[in-house]
């Protein structure tokens, strides 16, 4: 399909499929699909017996032996849900079935001996035959890398994974402690600094119940209802298939923590109705990218990131999540002020209203799907409950179900739920039990600590070299990793270098989580652009390119916030109310001098065009500059410097509209 073509028209079937979340990896069939669900049956009976100590036939677990069993148990599964060669699905190979036996011995001698580790401390001394079980483990832990995380994983976790073995040869600043093969591998399995640390406390604490809840509010018409309120809120305005996409794509985002999962589920539904509008098929892919990647940020969810986020900060997560409203918030509006100036521009209309869906009626369909929302966040929010949270919204979501003719669940559909869920738990343990290599042979080397030195070293007393050095190390790894596996692996790396130099701690981990998500639309990975520009018909580079320019903000508004903690409401009122609302107008002339058009003004046209685009960027990035001690400004002198810059962009886009008076 090419830029003009016709869109393929959307079939009811299609929206189904896309917004519910069935897709054709559960197609998991004979004993492999029933070990699948036992297994994730079985492993969720064992979270919620551990985390409201409900003690189910007198077992009381200690968090070892707790994360061995679960973290095995998924292990074992992701060797029948992932191919040798790649995909998900299928019928398992032999060899698949002897990977999965060997998992489950392995992890049954680990639980069986955790007590023991504890008190003899085996990651330094272990004996003999917990060594042997600690090197097939943890080769079983680099092939499920693999499989679910791709080559180029695999390819660092290897590399990090082994690097203790010959961290003495390694030349300054990277190199560090050296132990000998045996000594590292039962380290990795046995330290609670190492696959079992940090990552797999928060997966075993908190996310698991997240992932539930996401994957049940889709499998129960979550999907569909956001959708369909999105529609009735924004369809009908100009560009209003994208500003759709925009919310839709946010709200699943937000639950899924997957930017392609997310590309593939909404973009299904919104990337045929943008072209089906007028928009460009590289437009609709680009938009479609830029607002699932922006999900991932967004509160109150934010996939499993900001769970990780939590454990690693031992701050409540609540706290996470009000700090990343904001930026988020800013992200969303320059996306959605450049869509409003890109369809004003090209005198674009919202959907047809007979094509629509009423408010009022989607409202009175939805309102189980608010009410559990509101269950989520009180719980969260008023009682912080973070770990039991989910698991009471979901059991709330399954009983109001039942009584909804239209999605509820059948054996059928409730058995691809739970397949569903166990093959999203088991790719997610598989990456973090992979990645949390990395962050043990960090802890083994003490290598942490010198980059840390040279990293301030090398930059000096200048924070903005620190940050754009901070900020491309994060761009770099982000290309091959997983969201999560990204901000693990910086969060151990990079974030004490910046704590280093004087920088808010929690504006810092959200600064490298922000640059770590820029890969996903930014050429020449862009995994999120290509992937909607394979349903779009587009160019793939190009549509990389335009979600670059559409994306723009996720470049700026990390520098804006990690310099004034109070873009993440660590300030007191007045001066978060001030920075907001000075970020809100800067971040929206940024984006009319991105899409040469300034909304409810008029175009930046002809020979002095672009100069005076560039005037209004600059301006913008003024206003919305908040007060910080590297620019020497204050809000107020930053403003006034910003309002000037943008004064003569913004006569000129009016002037030419009297003259030449188009939609604005």
Same mark, same amino acid.
């Given at each position: 399909?090419?830029?003009?073509?016709?869109?393929?028209?959307?079939?009811?079937?299609?929206?189904?499929?896309?917004?519910?979340?069935?897709?054709?990896?559960?197609?998991?069939?004979?004993?492999?699909?029933?070990?699948?669900?036992?297994?994730?049956?079985?492993?969720?009976?064992?979270?919620?017996?551990?985390?409201?100590?409900?003690?189910?036939?007198?077992?009381?677990?200690?968090?070892?032996?707790?994360?061995?069993?679960?973290?095995?148990?998924?292990?074992?599964?992701?060797?029948?849900?992932?191919?040798?060669?790649?995909?998900?699905?299928?019928?398992?190979?032999?060899?698949?079935?002897?990977?999965?036996?060997?998992?489950?011995?392995?992890?049954?001698?680990?639980?069986?001996?955790?007590?023991?580790?504890?008190?003899?401390?085996?990651?330094?001394?272990?004996?003999?035959?917990?060594?042997?079980?600690?090197?097939?483990?943890?080769?079983?832990?680099?092939?499920?890398?693999?499989?679910?995380?791709?080559?180029?994983?695999?390819?660092?976790?290897?590399?990090?994974?082994?690097?203790?073995?010959?961290?003495?040869?390694?030349?300054?600043?990277?190199?560090?402690?050296?132990?000998?093969?045996?000594?590292?591998?039962?380290?990795?399995?046995?330290?609670?600094?190492?696959?079992?640390?940090?990552?797999?406390?928060?997966?075993?604490?908190?996310?698991?119940?997240?992932?539930?809840?996401?994957?049940?509010?889709?499998?129960?018409?979550?999907?569909?209802?956001?959708?369909?309120?999105?529609?009735?809120?924004?369809?009908?305005?100009?560009?209003?298939?994208?500003?759709?996409?925009?919310?839709?794509?946010?709200?699943?985002?937000?639950?899924?923590?997957?930017?392609?999962?997310?590309?593939?589920?909404?973009?299904?539904?919104?990337?045929?109705?943008?072209?089906?509008?007028?928009?460009?098929?590289?437009?609709?892919?680009?938009?479609?990218?830029?607002?699932?990647?922006?999900?991932?940020?967004?509160?109150?969810?934010?996939?499993?990131?900001?769970?990780?986020?939590?454990?690693?900060?031992?701050?409540?997560?609540?706290?996470?999540?009000?700090?990343?409203?904001?930026?988020?918030?800013?992200?969303?509006?320059?996306?959605?002020?450049?869509?409003?100036?890109?369809?004003?521009?090209?005198?674009?209309?919202?959907?047809?209203?007979?094509?629509?869906?009423?408010?009022?009626?989607?409202?009175?369909?939805?309102?189980?799907?608010?009410?559990?929302?509101?269950?989520?966040?009180?719980?969260?929010?008023?009682?912080?409950?973070?770990?039991?949270?989910?698991?009471?919204?979901?059991?709330?979501?399954?009983?109001?179900?039942?009584?909804?003719?239209?999605?509820?669940?059948?054996?059928?559909?409730?058995?691809?739920?739970?397949?569903?869920?166990?093959?999203?738990?088991?790719?997610?343990?598989?990456?973090?039990?992979?990645?949390?290599?990395?962050?043990?042979?960090?802890?083994?080397?003490?290598?942490?600590?010198? =980059? +840390?030195?040279? &990293?301030?070293?090398? #930059? /000096?007393?200048?924070?903005?070299?620190? %940050?754009?050095? !901070?900020? $491309?190390?994060?761009?770099?790894?982000?290309?091959?990793?997983?969201?999560?596996?990204?901000?693990?692996?910086?969060?151990?790396?990079?974030?004490?270098?910046?704590?280093?130099?004087?920088?808010?701690?929690?504006?810092?981990?959200?600064?490298?989580?922000?640059?770590?998500?820029?890969?996903?639309?930014?050429?020449?990975?862009?995994?999120?652009?290509?992937?909607?520009?394979?349903?779009?018909?587009?160019?793939?580079?190009?549509?990389?390119?335009?979600?670059?320019?559409?994306?723009?903000?996720?470049?700026?508004?990390?520098?804006?916030?990690?310099?004034?903690?109070?873009?993440?409401?660590?300030?007191?009122?007045?001066?978060?109310?001030?920075?907001?609302?000075?970020?809100?107008?800067?971040?929206?002339?940024?984006?009319?001098?991105?899409?040469?058009?300034?909304? =409810? +003004?008029?175009? &930046?046209?002809?020979? #002095? /065009?672009?100069?005076?685009?560039?005037? %209004?960027?600059? !301006?913008? $990035?003024?206003?919305?500059?908040?007060?910080?001690?590297?620019?020497?400004?204050?809000?107020?002198?930053?403003?006034?410097?910003?309002?000037?810059?943008?004064?003569?962009?913004?006569?000129?886009?009016?002037?030419?509209?009297?003259?030449?008076?188009?939609?604005?």
């Amino acid at each position: 399909m090419t830029e003009h073509d016709t869109p393929p028209a959307g079939s009811k079937g299609l929206e189904q499929v896309a917004i519910d979340g069935a897709t054709p990896a559960e197609l998991i069939s004979g004993p492999a699909r029933w070990v699948v669900v036992i297994g994730t049956l079985l492993s969720l009976v064992l979270v919620i017996n551990q985390l409201f100590n409900i003690q189910l036939l007198g077992i009381v677990l200690i968090e070892g032996r707790y994360l061995y069993v679960l973290g095995g148990l998924f292990l074992a599964l992701s060797f029948l849900i992932f191919q040798m060669r790649g995909g998900k699905g299928g019928n398992p190979s032999l060899l698949d079935w002897l990977l999965f036996a060997l998992s489950i011995a392995c992890t049954g001698y680990l639980a069986q001996t955790a007590q023991q580790n504890l008190s003899q401390g085996w990651e330094y001394a272990a004996p003999e035959m917990a060594q042997y079980v600690s090197v097939v483990f943890f080769f079983l832990i680099l092939e499920a890398t693999r499989r679910a995380g791709g080559l180029v994983l695999f390819i660092i976790v290897t590399v990090f994974a082994f690097y203790p073995t010959f961290a003495g040869q390694v030349p300054d600043p990277f190199s560090g402690f050296q132990s000998t093969f045996m000594q590292t591998v039962p380290y990795h399995i046995y330290s609670a600094e190492s696959s079992f640390g940090i990552p797999m406390k928060a997966f075993g604490g908190v996310v698991i119940g997240f992932i539930l809840f996401g994957a049940v509010l889709q499998r129960t018409g979550g999907g569909q209802f956001f959708n369909d309120l999105a529609l009735g809120l924004v369809g009908g305005y100009r560009g209003g298939a994208a500003k759709v996409s925009i919310f839709a794509s946010g709200f699943m985002g937000s639950m899924s923590g997957s930017v392609i999962s997310n590309v593939l589920t909404t973009g299904a539904v919104s990337i045929p109705a943008m072209r089906k509008t007028g928009f460009s098929a590289k437009t609709a892919a680009a938009t479609e990218a830029c607002a699932s990647t922006g999900g991932v940020l967004m509160p109150p969810i934010m996939g499993a990131t900001a769970f990780v986020m939590a454990s690693f900060l031992s701050r409540p997560y609540v706290e996470i999540a009000l700090a990343a409203a904001i930026p988020s918030l800013l992200f969303y509006w320059g996306l959605f002020t450049q869509i409003d100036a890109y369809s004003a521009k090209r005198g674009l209309r919202g959907l047809p209203k007979p094509d629509l869906p009423r408010l009022r009626e989607v409202m009175i369909e939805g309102w189980p799907y608010i009410f559990v929302f509101a269950l989520l966040l009180y719980m969260m929010i008023g009682l912080r409950q973070e770990s039991s949270a989910p698991f009471y919204a979901t059991a709330l979501l399954l009983v109001v179900n039942q009584f909804r003719a239209s999605h509820r669940l059948n054996v059928t559909r409730l058995g691809n739920m739970i397949v569903g869920v166990g093959m999203g738990l088991a790719e997610l343990t598989a990456i973090l039990l992979g990645v949390g290599l990395i962050v043990g042979s960090f802890s083994a080397t003490g290598l942490a600590g010198t =980059l +840390v030195n040279e &990293l301030v070293f090398i #930059a /000096g007393d200048n924070t903005l070299v620190l %940050l754009l050095m !901070g900020a $491309v190390t994060a761009f770099i790894f982000g290309m091959g990793m997983t969201v999560t596996a990204c901000y693990i692996f910086l969060a151990v790396v990079l974030a004490p270098a910046l704590e280093a130099g004087g920088l808010n701690q929690l504006a810092v981990h959200l600064f490298i989580l922000y640059w770590g998500m820029v890969s996903y639309i930014t050429p020449p990975v862009a995994l999120g652009a290509f992937a909607a520009s394979t349903m779009a018909g587009s160019n793939p580079i190009a549509t990389g390119f335009e979600a670059m320019r559409l994306g723009g903000v996720i470049y700026i508004a990390p520098f804006f916030f990690v310099l004034n903690p109070a873009l993440i409401g660590q300030a007191p009122a007045w001066e978060v109310t001030v920075a907001l609302s000075c970020a809100l107008l800067g971040v929206a002339m940024i984006s009319s001098a991105l899409q040469g058009y300034v909304s =409810l +003004v008029g175009p &930046l046209d002809g020979g #002095a /065009g672009l100069p005076l685009r560039i005037m %209004l960027f600059f !301006g913008g $990035v003024l206003i919305a500059m908040p007060h910080n001690e590297l620019a020497n400004l204050g809000y107020a002198l930053s403003f006034l410097i910003g309002a000037a810059l943008c004064a003569l962009p913004i006569f000129v886009a009016w002037r030419a509209n009297t003259t030449d008076p188009r939609p604005a």
